[in-house]
């Protein structure tokens, strides 16, 4: 009787086991109608609109040209490689780690763009994010995506058409399938929509920014200025969170506007990104 009641037990953790693997892979990390983007309004654009016309012209060209005596790459207040190291929390539990990358001006189709990184890593999830934006505004131009969960390899591109407000997703595993989305708004992505908020170093207590996914509009609210916690020490950041509750951010108090706390970001359980380096 001992004997069977182990065997039953194991059989009945095997079984667990595999429907949490399924249902993660199912629903949580490629589910096929879920796309983690939201649109961000044009009066984030930072820069003056002298800046603007000559950076429409110069970016393209092949050359870095000075815009009225400054480079492409002097424009931000984020240097060429700056990187953010960050645990992954789940419950107060560290579970893995992602790094965010600022690659600095590159060029996509002839025309400069700005090229962020995010690669995760959390035991059998790993995910590379190549993150192409505007180079004005910071809409996203184009995504790649490698991800390896339990052990299969899936390749994501979104191709973003800015005029139409349009995306197309192309994902690759055992299939090829092809998603067209089309919104009402311009279509970003958290990680773009936190460096244009950097860029622009100008948010205030009250604001409140219109941005949607493709079937819900949102808003990204700055509640208030508080005091966090991380691996690195306490900070003053600002505190913002969408409606409907999706995202949450904390951004350091100061110049720099360092992500201190990013919730919402990977896509999967109530994880949060914690920055540790």
């Not at 002298?50 to 870095?64: H, P």
């Amino acid at each position: 009787m001992r004997k069977f009641v182990i065997l039953f037990s194991i059989l009945l953790f095997i079984i667990t086991f595999s429907f949490c693997g399924w249902f993660l892979y199912r629903f949580i990390f490629f589910p096929k109608s879920k796309v983690n983007l939201f649109t961000l309004k044009s009066n984030f654009i930072f820069l003056s609109k002298d800046k603007i016309e000559e950076l429409r012209k110069n970016s393209s060209t092949n050359n870095k040209k000075d815009i009225k005596g400054q480079k492409l790459e002097n424009l931000f207040p984020f240097s060429e490689n700056e990187q953010f190291k960050f645990g992954i929390f789940l419950g107060g539990v560290k579970i893995g780690e992602s790094i965010i990358n600022y690659k600095g001006i590159k060029e996509l189709d002839g025309k400069k763009v700005v090229l962020i990184t995010m690669e995760s890593k959390v035991n059998n999830f790993y995910d590379k994010e190549e993150i192409y934006g505007d180079i004005i505004d910071f809409y996203p131009l184009l995504v790649k995506r490698k991800l390896r969960l339990w052990g299969k390899n899936v390749e994501i591109i979104e191709k973003y058409n800015k005029t139409e407000n349009e995306v197309e997703i192309i994902r690759r595993d055992n299939t090829v399938t092809v998603e067209k989305i089309k919104s009402e708004r311009k279509l970003n992505n958290i990680i773009l929509f936190l460096f244009s908020l950097r860029a622009k170093k100008d948010i205030r207590v009250g604001q409140s920014l219109d941005f949607n996914l493709p079937t819900i509009n949102m808003k990204m609210n700055l509640k208030n200025i508080t005091k966090i916690k991380t691996p690195k020490g306490s900070f003053d950041a600002y505190y913002l969170k969408s409606e409907p509750s999706k995202y949450e951010a904390w951004l350091s108090c100061d110049n720099k506007l360092i992500p201190l706390k990013i919730k919402g970001a990977i896509g999967f359980g109530s994880t949060s990104l914690v920055l540790i380096d």
